[in-house]
């Protein structure tokens, strides 16, 4: 399956939003091995609507909207390594301070490399789990997801995905 989303102020504004909060639950659900979120700049942003209590993982978090930290530490919790790419922006640093108490916290730090592109020059944005590889132009941030024109393209055939995987784990770690 391929899917392309290429969304401005005026079309599929809320679309990528819509797509992070499914592939996010489908890991909460089934998680990957190794999960890589690549982006030059990260913000713990609002991903999931738990206002229902809809997931038994995210309980201890409240009825409210999910943050990427949260969801992160959460994946953690249940056996799924979690690999960061991004870089030594100071815009990130918050998300990895709040990242890394978590991890903390939960005493699962062990099931994440951070992986800090000291030169700057990383640009790549992606997010690859087991069965789905999703690349384009959009950081996650509030900015990237929410009001800048970006492009993505999520991808499920296994060739691909494999292929994903393997350049993300040469790239940044992880596990295979």
Known sequence: M?????????????????????LFSAELCFP???LWLVSP?????ELLDNTAGNFDALTRFGKRRIRLAEILVA????DAHIVVGTTTDDHNTRFLERLKLLAADLRVEGQFTIAIDTSNNLHTKALTGDDFALAGSMNITFNGIQVREESVDLRTDQGYVAQARMDAFDRFGGVL
Do not use: F, M, P, Y
Request: net charge positive; aromatic share 4%; glycine share 4%.
């Open 75 to 78: 994946l953690a919790e249940k």
């Open 32 to 34: 990957s091995k190794c």
């Open 2 to 22: 391929n899917r392309v989303i290429r969304k401005s102020q005026s079309a599929s504004a809320t679309e990528a939003a819509d797509l992070l909060a499914g």
């Open 41 to 45: 700049w990260v913000s713990d942003v």
